[in-house]
């Protein structure tokens, strides 16, 4: 009886070792793809590509870097995160009011 | 016979949210975060809307250094994987490994203040760019400023775990504190992913 338990528990121990293995995987992915974002919006900017076409595309980079943080490193994509997510675009939603309201009101 | 989880070696899986003080505390720690995210928003909206406002002070493009600000992105962005992998240990149940990497995480946060306090003395000495010089000046040490103390502040909350706890070794009370003081890490290189794009590089392009 305790022998049974005692694999069980090993099994278990096993089982979230290799999740968590997984895991780290996807968190290096994110990592290398973090560092190409960066290194491709300073390149477009060092290289002094057209100001209408860079910018754009630096400010999706930088959006789509966050989403990786969020979603990989800071654990969102994992479950049990709903009301994390919740609370955090409803930051992102009043940021973005924020920010509107502040840059409005000077290029009006 | 029921297993002291609070002091054996066999944590739950997800040792940060396994007991109520710890999913209160992860529950209000995002609460938190949704409001930083406003509060740099609001940052944000300033510089943006007084960035041209340079009066006879130098500008962005003038005194920005993609070398240097590209030097310290890397090092940000490394210790966020860092402080990850200390996640990733604690997760296992490996505290010496979990204290390692949040060492190493500390050691590079140092690393970008450091670069960062050199940035602003090299700004105010060399180009005379003080806090209020102008309209534009003081919306940047605002926002860049405010962000480093974050990091600061971030660096005493680590190291401060990490000797309070380095007797005890990892346990449910404790798993919640390492874990949340990891996601406000990783919430300063969120901030900083806009900081060197909307200040830093969209100053260079103009």
């Given at each position: 009886m305790a022998d049974n338990t005692n694999s069980a528990q090993t099994q278990k121990k096993q089982f979230y070792k290799k999740k968590h293995r997984e895991q780290m995987k996807h968190q290096v992915i994110t990592f290398a793809m973090m560092i190409a974002f960066t290194m491709l919006?300073?390149?477009?900017?060092?290289?002094?590509?057209?100001?209408?076409?860079?910018?754009?595309?630096?400010?999706?980079?930088?959006?789509?870097?966050?989403?990786?943080?969020?979603?990989?490193?800071?654990?969102?994509?994992?479950?049990?995160?709903e009301w994390p997510?919740?609370?955090?675009y409803s930051g992102v939603f009043a940021a973005v009011l924020t920010i509107l309201a502040l840059t409005i009101i000077v290029w009006w | 016979?029921?297993?002291?989880?609070?002091?054996?070696?066999?944590?739950?899986?997800?040792?940060?949210r396994a007991t109520l003080e710890g999913r209160n505390k992860f529950m209000g720690f995002w609460f938190f975060l949704g409001g930083e995210t406003v509060l740099f928003a609001s940052l944000f909206g300033t510089y943006l809307a007084?960035?041209?406002?340079?009066?006879?002070?130098?500008?962005?493009q003038e005194i920005f250094g993609l070398g240097?600000?590209?030097?310290?992105?890397?090092?940000?962005?490394?210790?966020?994987?860092?402080?990850?992998?200390?996640?990733?240990?604690?997760?296992?149940?490996d505290f010496k490994k979990m204290q390692l990497w949040l060492g190493i995480t500390v050691l590079l946060g140092f690393a970008f203040l450091g670069l960062e306090i050199y940035e602003f003395v090299h700004y105010v000495n060399d180009y005379g760019f003080g806090f209020t010089t102008s309209?534009?000046?003081?919306?940047?040490?605002?926002?860049?400023?405010?962000?480093?103390?974050?990091?600061?502040?971030?660096?005493?909350?680590?190291?401060?775990?990490?000797?309070?706890?380095?007797?005890?070794?990892?346990?449910?009370?404790?798993?919640?504190?390492?874990?949340?003081?990891?996601l406000y890490w990783h919430f300063i290189d969120v901030v900083w992913v806009f900081i060197f794009?909307?200040?830093?590089?969209?100053?260079?392009?103009?």
């Open positions: 919006a300073f390149g477009l900017v060092m290289a002094e590509v057209d100001a209408m076409f860079t910018i754009p595309i630096i400010l999706v980079l930088a959006a789509v870097q966050v989403l990786f943080q969020l979603y990989y490193f800071m654990h969102m994509a994992e479950e049990g995160h997510a919740a609370m955090i | 016979m029921a297993e002291d989880v609070l002091k054996s070696g066999n944590l739950p899986e997800n040792p940060e007084l960035r041209n406002s340079t009066v006879d002070g130098p500008t962005g240097l600000v590209f030097l310290m992105t890397v090092i940000l962005l490394t210790s966020s994987l860092t402080s990850v992998y200390a996640m990733y240990h604690m997760k296992n149940n309209a534009f000046s003081t919306a940047f040490y605002s926002l860049v400023g405010f962000h480093g103390a974050h990091v600061a502040f971030g660096l005493v909350w680590i190291i401060s775990l990490m000797i309070r706890n380095h007797k005890r070794g990892l346990n449910l009370y404790n798993a919640p504190k390492f874990y949340i003081a990891s794009t909307v200040v830093y590089l969209m100053g260079k392009v103009g």
